[in-house]
């Protein structure tokens, strides 16, 4: 959401003005936002975000071919308690 939430910034740059499609309160933060990082504020923002998210889903990809672990059977037991009481 908050990647949307900057992608749909309307914030001027250079001689261009385009038309607000934000809530005035939010898009004038924006705008302030966009003017003191000379407009790169909101790119940056949201090419480090999409950078994030894309390496999480590798991430995931790779957590999900790993092999699940199973429960150790009597035959792969550590000690066997029956030939020590013996």
Same mark, same amino acid.
């Given at each position: 959401?908050?990647?949307?939430?900057?992608?749909?910034?309307?914030?001027?740059?250079?001689?261009?003005?385009?038309?607000?499609?934000?809530?005035?309160?939010?898009?004038?933060?924006?705008?302030?936002?966009?003017?003191?990082?000379?407009?790169?504020?909101?790119?940056?923002?949201?090419?480090?975000?999409?950078?994030?998210?894309?390496?999480?889903?590798?991430?995931? =990809?790779?957590?999900? =071919?790993?092999?699940?672990?199973?429960?150790?059977? =009597?035959?792969?037991?550590?000690?066997?308690?029956?030939?020590?009481?013996?």
């Amino acid at each position: 959401e908050f990647t949307d939430l900057l992608t749909q910034d309307r914030s001027p740059l250079g001689n261009s003005r385009p038309a607000p499609i934000l809530e005035p309160g939010i898009q004038s933060c924006l705008t302030h936002f966009s003017l003191i990082t000379h407009g790169f504020g909101s790119p940056a923002i949201c090419a480090a975000m999409t950078s994030l998210q894309n390496y999480l889903n590798e991430a995931l =990809k790779q957590v999900d =071919k790993m092999p699940l672990p199973t429960a150790p059977t =009597k035959s792969t037991r550590w000690t066997n308690t029956e030939s020590e009481a013996e």
